[in-house]
Nanobody, 124 residues
Framework: QVQLVESGGGLVQTGDSLRLSCAAS????????MAWFRQGPGKEREFVAT????????RYADSVKGRFTISRDNTRNTLYLQLNSLKPEDTAVYYC?????????????????WGQGTQVTVAS
């Protein structure tokens, strides 16, 4: 079992920055890949970024590449997402997820543990 709790969302202006955190508990944190997904109003949940057990092995969605940075601190059991140069189209509920099974880590169905989500709203 893995429990995930996100924090750090909020209302910001275009061009601002935010840092999201996801605190994990349960299974040893360093043993599974993790990811951030988001779901905007009226949209399907979409992949944002994933980080494997090795902190250097990372993938990003094209829409956030160069603006967002995913990282993990295995000593603090915490996943992070640094969001820079925010745009109104980044407005969404952001979810962290953990995968303890095999699958395409860019797809939400490969993740079997999810946090409750944190709202990010970017005003124009």
């Amino acid at each position: 079992q893995v429990q995930l709790v996100e924090s750090g969302g909020g209302l910001v202006q275009t061009g601002d920055s935010l840092r999201l955190s996801c605190a994990a508990s349960g299974r040893p944190f360093s043993t599974y890949p993790m990811a951030w997904f988001r779901q905007g109003p009226g949209k399907e949940r979409e992949f944002v970024a994933t980080i494997y057990q090795s902190p250097e092995d990372i993938r990003y969605a094209d829409s956030v590449k160069g603006r967002f940075t995913i990282s993990r601190d295995n000593t603090r059991n915490t996943l992070y997402l640094q969001l820079n140069s925010l745009k109104p189209e980044d407005t969404a509920v952001y979810y962290c997820a953990a995968s303890t099974r095999s699958g395409d880590l860019l797809q939400p169905w490969s993740y079997n543990y999810w946090g409750q989500g944190t709202q990010v709203t970017v005003a124009s």
